[in-house]
C-alpha cells in the first residue's frame, strides 16, 4: 500500500517522507530491501523521485540516519527531562572530602528524576517505536562497513550521548563520561533484548525499567542507594 494515494506531497515534505518511508522499509525489508525503486513505491512517488533527491545509495542511507535521529529525538521532550538542580557540586568536587556530603544529596535527589526519565524513554521505544529500534540496528550494522556512513551515525549518536553526560555530572557522577557509556549500554542493551534478542515475546513493564534503571544509577551517584525505595510508582 503507497504511504499517500490522495495526492502528490509537496517538495518541502518529500524529503522527509523519502527518509521515513526508508526506515519503514529497512525496518520490514532489511538491508537488501531498500533501493531506490521500492522507496518510490512505498511511498506513492513517480519513479525517479528517490533518485532525484539521493543520488546514490550512500546518500539515501546517510538520509535515513538523519531523519532517524530527528525521530528519535522526540520520542522524550525536553520537557520531559530531569532539571538539574542549581549550584550543585560538579562530579570531582562530589568525590572530594568537604563537597562529598553535598554530592551525595544531590546524587540521591536525582536518581527518581533520572530514571523516571530513562524508563519512559525506554517504554516508549519498546511500545510505540520498534520498526525506529528495527531500522537503527540496519543502520548501525551497515555503518560498520560504509565509513562515510559511521561519521554520519556516529555524530547524530553525540546528540543523545551528551546530554546523558551532562545529566550525569550534574547528578553528582565522579566519572560522567564513564557512567554515560555504562548507562547508553545498558539501555541499548534492554532495547534489542527486548526487540530482537531473548526477550522480544513481552515488553517490560514501566515500573519494572524505572526500578532496574534506580539500581543502575543507585551504583554511580554518591547517596542514590537511598533513594532506590522510593522511585516505585505504581506504573504502567
Same mark, same amino acid.
Given at each position: ?7 502528490? *506531497? @509537496?517538495?518541502? @515534505? ?6 521515513? !518511508? ?10 537488501? &530491501?531498500? !533501493? ?7 511511498? &506513492?512517488? *513517480?519513479?525517479?523521485? !528517490? ?28 520537557? $520531559?527531562? *530531569? ?9 570531582? $568536587? ?6 562529598? &556530603? ?6 540521591? /535527589? $536525582? #536518581? ?6 530513562? @524508563?519512559?524513554?525506554?517504554?516508549? +521505544? ?26 554520519? +551515525? ?5 546528540? =543523545?550521548?551528551?546530554? #546523558?553526560?551532562?545529566?550525569? /555530572? ?5 566519572? *560522567? $563520561?564513564?557512567?554515560?557509556? @555504562? ?8 532495547? =534489542? ?5 531473548? =526477550? ?18 543507585? &551504583? ?17
Amino acid at each position: 500500500m503507497n504511504a499517500r494515494d490522495d495526492h502528490a *506531497p @509537496s517538495a518541502a @515534505s518529500r524529503p522527509q517522507l523519502i527518509a521515513d !518511508t526508508a526506515l519503514r522499509l529497512l525496518a520490514a525489508r532489511g538491508m537488501r &530491501g531498500l !533501493t531506490h525503486r521500492a522507496v518510490d513505491e512505498a511511498a &506513492g512517488l *513517480p519513479q525517479g523521485s !528517490t533518485s532525484n533527491l539521493a543520488r546514490t545509495r550512500a546518500a539515501l542511507l546517510e538520509a535515513a540516519v538523519g531523519r532517524l535521529a530527528e525521530r528519535e529525538a522526540a520520542v522524550l521532550t525536553p520537557d $520531559e527531562l *530531569p532539571r538539574p538542580q542549581r549550584d550543585r557540586p560538579s562530579g570531582a $568536587e562530589a568525590g572530594a572530602g568537604a563537597a562529598s &556530603g553535598a554530592g551525595a544529596a544531590a546524587g540521591g /535527589a $536525582e #536518581v527518581p528524576a533520572l530514571a523516571e526519565a530513562l @524508563s519512559l524513554a525506554l517504554h516508549r +521505544y519498546l511500545t510505540h517505536h520498534r520498526e525506529l529500534l528495527l531500522a537503527r540496528y540496519e543502520l548501525a550494522l551497515e555503518a560498520t562497513r560504509r565509513p562515510a556512513l559511521r561519521e554520519v +551515525y556516529d555524530r547524530a549518536g553525540r546528540a =543523545f550521548r551528551e546530554p #546523558v553526560v551532562a545529566m550525569l /555530572a550534574a547528578a553528582g557522577s565522579a566519572a *560522567p $563520561e564513564r557512567h554515560a557509556l @555504562s548507562v547508553v549500554a545498558w539501555c541499548d542493551g534492554v532495547l =534489542f533484548s527486548c526487540t530482537a534478542g531473548q =526477550f522480544h515475546a513481552a515488553v517490560p513493564t514501566r515500573a519494572a525499567l524505572r526500578t532496574s534503571c534506580a539500581e543502575l544509577l543507585a &551504583g554511580m551517584l554518591p547517596g542514590a542507594g537511598a533513594s532506590r525505595g522510593r522511585t516505585g510508582v505504581a506504573g504502567e
